[in-house]
C-alpha cells in the first residue's frame, strides 16, 4: 500500500511540474510574441566575467526589440573535470533563450525576464543551489569520490538582475536566473551504474528541482545599431 502511495504521489508531483513547465513556456513565448514588432536590430556581445574565473565560458547576444524590451540567446559550457583531489567530472554545456523587460530605455537598469533552457552534464550532483526538491531530500545527495551523474536537462525560468552603461559601447550587467530543472540522467558510481536497482530496465532515471542555476557578471560590448521598420 505504502508503494502504491508513493507511485501516486510521484505522478502528482509530475503533474505538478509539467503544469508549471507549460505556463513558463507560454509566459515566454507570449513575451516574445508581444514585443516583436518594430525590432531596432541593436545588438550587443557579452561576457561572462565570473565564470571565466572558474575557467567555464559563457558567451552571449543580446538584441534589442524595443527601448525597454530584449531577446537574447547565451551559451555556458565545462569540459573538464573538477580540480579537487577527488577530480570528480565537471562537464556541463547549457543554452538559454531569455526575454527581457527593462525599467529604463537603451536596455539599462533592473530587469527581468521569462526564458527556457536545454543542456547535457556529468558532474557529481549538490544541493548548494537548490531551493526545493519533492523528489529527495537534498541533504542526502551523494558527494563520495567516484559518484556522479550524467544526463540531459530542460531550463524553464527567470532571470533578473541591473545593467548600467559605462560609456557609448560597454556595459556591465549582474544577473541571477532560476527555475524549474527537470533532468533525464545516469548516476554512477566509477564505472557501475548505481541510480537503479538490480533488474531495473529504465534506461534513464528522471528528477525535478527548482534550482538557482546561473548568474554572474556580464561583460558588454555594443557591435552595431541598425534601424529596421
Excluded at 68 to 76: E, K, W
Excluded at 219 to 227: A, E, G, P, R
Amino acid at each position: 500500500m505504502t508503494q502504491i502511495n508513493q507511485i501516486h504521489k510521484t505522478k502528482k508531483i509530475r503533474l505538478k511540474f509539467n503544469k508549471a513547465k507549460e505556463i513558463i513556456i507560454v509566459i515566454y513565448l507570449g513575451f516574445i510574441a508581444l514585443f516583436s514588432q518594430g525590432v531596432h536590430a541593436q545588438a550587443y556581445l557579452k561576457f561572462n566575467g565570473a565564470t571565466a574565473l572558474v575557467l567555464v565560458p559563457n558567451l552571449g547576444v543580446e538584441l534589442e526589440i524595443n527601448p525597454n524590451i530584449s531577446a537574447q540567446v547565451d551559451v555556458l559550457a565545462s569540459f573538464w573535470d573538477s580540480v579537487g583531489p577527488d577530480r570528480d567530472p565537471y562537464q556541463i554545456n547549457q543554452t538559454f533563450f531569455e526575454g527581457r523587460y527593462y525599467t529604463k530605455k537603451h536596455l539599462q537598469g533592473w530587469f527581468i525576464g521569462p526564458h527556457i533552457g536545454y543542456g547535457m552534464f556529468t558532474i557529481q550532483k549538490t544541493n548548494a543551489f537548490v531551493v526545493y526538491d519533492p523528489y529527495q531530500d537534498p541533504n542526502t545527495y551523494s558527494n563520495t569520490p567516484g559518484s556522479f551523474q550524467s544526463g540531459r536537462a530542460s531550463f524553464y525560468g527567470a532571470s533578473g538582475g541591473f545593467k548600467k552603461q559605462l560609456n557609448h559601447r560597454w556595459s556591465i550587467e549582474a544577473f541571477i536566473g532560476a527555475g524549474l530543472v527537470q533532468s533525464n540522467y545516469k548516476g554512477y558510481q566509477g564505472f557501475y551504474r548505481v541510480d537503479v536497482s538490480p533488474g531495473d530496465t529504465r534506461v534513464f532515471n528522471k528528477s525535478g528541482e527548482w534550482v538557482i542555476y546561473r548568474g554572474g557578471v556580464m561583460i558588454i560590448y555594443k557591435l552595431f545599431q541598425k534601424l529596421s521598420s
